[in-house]
């Protein structure tokens, strides 16, 4: 552990107000014994390089990231964890020997949470659909091939954006990766993963809910789903995906276990899942 006697971390986004990071690493500084506090720092992108100065100045000493920052911060880091640089996205920033560095740990929380949830990775060899062509849709490609899907199809609002990303991560990854629309999407799919913003807070969630039945049910009958959206516990996405009989579970879990990595990056603690939901009575469903 390191000897710092206080903690000064926090989030970097827009919109941030929904998040619940502060209380996430309020119980990791409890459970840990450190003293420390946790804000969230909502930022203009003009005023983004203002806000990560303050790390390499030692007023603060971790940033997560968040949408929509995940890919621009990398210009400002010195250097990359192998992960993020495969991603292509950073979520974790700290100052260490006169260095900015980012990691990206959503890729270690999403594989985590997957792998527990369905130790026996039903969808191998079968169609991903990652929904969404952000940082978040980025590490779930990733994910996606290393947990054995056959390909990737990418669907999004705007289908240049999933094109762009399909190329991208076709060629980082080796992996077929393609921009469809949802019916060739969904189709005979073995894992969906939503990292979309959709039904934040229950937004248009009725609406959600009936397409995510009428979608999932073009999918594998053994397919499964996660909703990256944490708010509210059981998204709008899953509550379909439920309706039209498929497995799948909101994206609480992977939000604390992503956390947790951040959390041990920067103080060096190393701390449980069960403690910090104990700690913090967050219901993950």
């Not at 792998?115 to 590490?139: D, M, N, S, Y």
């Not at 609002?157 to 060629?171: H, P």
């Not at 921009?179 to 039904?199: M, N, R, W």
């Not at 276990?257 to 060096?268: I, R, V, Y």
Request: with cysteine.
């Amino acid at each position: 552990m390191t000897s710092r006697s206080f903690w000064k971390l926090g989030l970097l986004g827009k919109p941030i107000a929904h998040s619940l990071s502060p209380s996430i690493h309020a119980g990791a500084l409890n459970c840990s014994g450190l003293r420390g506090e946790y804000h969230l720092y909502e930022v203009e992108e003009a005023l983004l390089s203002d806000a990560i100065a303050r790390l390499r100045l030692g007023e603060l000493q971790g940033f997560n990231v968040t949408t929509p920052y995940k890919e621009s911060v990398m210009t400002f880091c010195d250097g990359l964890d192998p992960v993020a640089e495969l991603v292509g996205a950073v979520n974790t920033l700290l100052f260490r020997k006169g260095r900015l560095l980012g990691y990206n740990t959503d890729v270690l929380g999403l594989e985590a949470m997957l792998r527990e949830r369905w130790p026996k990775l039903p969808w191998r060899g079968h169609p991903c659909v990652i929904q969404g062509a952000g940082g978040a849709a980025k590490a779930a490609c990733v994910v996606a091939k290393n947990t054995g899907a056959s390909m990737i199809r990418i669907t999004n609002r705007t289908i240049a954006r999933a094109d762009q990303l399909a190329r991208e991560m076709s060629d980082r990854l080796g992996l077929q990766c393609i921009a469809a629309e949802p019916t060739e999407a969904f189709t005979d799919a073995g894992l969906v993963l939503q990292c979309a913003s959709v039904g934040v807070n229950n937004v248009q969630g009725n609406r959600i809910a009936q397409d995510a039945r009428h979608w999932m049910g073009m999918t594998h009958p053994n397919s499964v789903v996660m909703d990256l959206v944490y708010s509210p516990a059981v998204p709008p996405f899953i509550r379909g995906a439920r309706a039209a009989k498929r497995d799948g579970v909101g994206g609480r879990g992977m939000l604390l276990k992503q956390a947790l990595c951040s959390f041990e990056l920067w103080t060096g603690e190393a701390v449980s899942m069960d403690a910090l939901i104990r700690e913090t009575g967050l219901v993950i469903e």
